[in-house]
């Protein structure tokens, strides 16, 4: 009688430890949360001139934005950037000396040693940059020239 109690016991706590952990991920679902990404690399450049410091963002449908660094030529290389239409934004506030001294100055002039170039700040948000770009599987150049 004991062993058929305990034998009972075990099989409730076997299938109430069964119940209680979240459902299993089959594969497939699994494959639908794989993103696509490509790689992808550019020069930007501001009026035919090279942008020496700043970033190049890619904003995707869903997700966060994919920030990348500007080389002091223009150059930006990124990998893992999502597959599909995405905004780009760029940017050079953040390398703007005269901003991180004094605060958020809008119109101090560069210090002459620094990189920094001034660009229109619609270039930095989304839905004024007026810059989008279609992303593919594998490597790509995207040479960005804003005006």
């Known amino acids: 009688m004991r062993t058929t109690l305990r034998t009972m016991l075990l ?3 076997g299938i109430a430890a069964a119940t209680a952990l979240p459902s299993r991920t089959t594969w497939a679902q699994k ?3 794989v993103v696509e990404t ?11 001139k090279p942008l020496e410091a700043g970033t190049i963002q890619f904003h995707p449908e869903k997700g966060k934005p994919i920030i990348l660094k500007l080389q002091a030529d223009g150059v930006y290389k990124g990998k893992d950037v999502p597959v599909g239409e995405v905004r780009v934004t760029v940017e050079t506030e953040s390398v703007n000396p005269a901003r991180a001294k004094d605060g958020d ?6 210090a002459k040693d620094t990189k920094y170039q001034p660009i229109p700040v619609k270039f930095a948000k989304p839905d004024t940059s007026g810059l989008i770009a279609e992303v593919k599987k594998g490597k790509q150049t995207l040479d960005i020239d804003l005006q």
């Open 11 to 13: 099989g409730l706590l």
């Open 31 to 33: 494959q639908e949360k």
């Open 38 to 48: 490509g790689l992808v690399e550019g020069h930007v450049t501001y009026k035919g």
């Open 105 to 110: 100055k809008k119109d101090a002039a560069p």
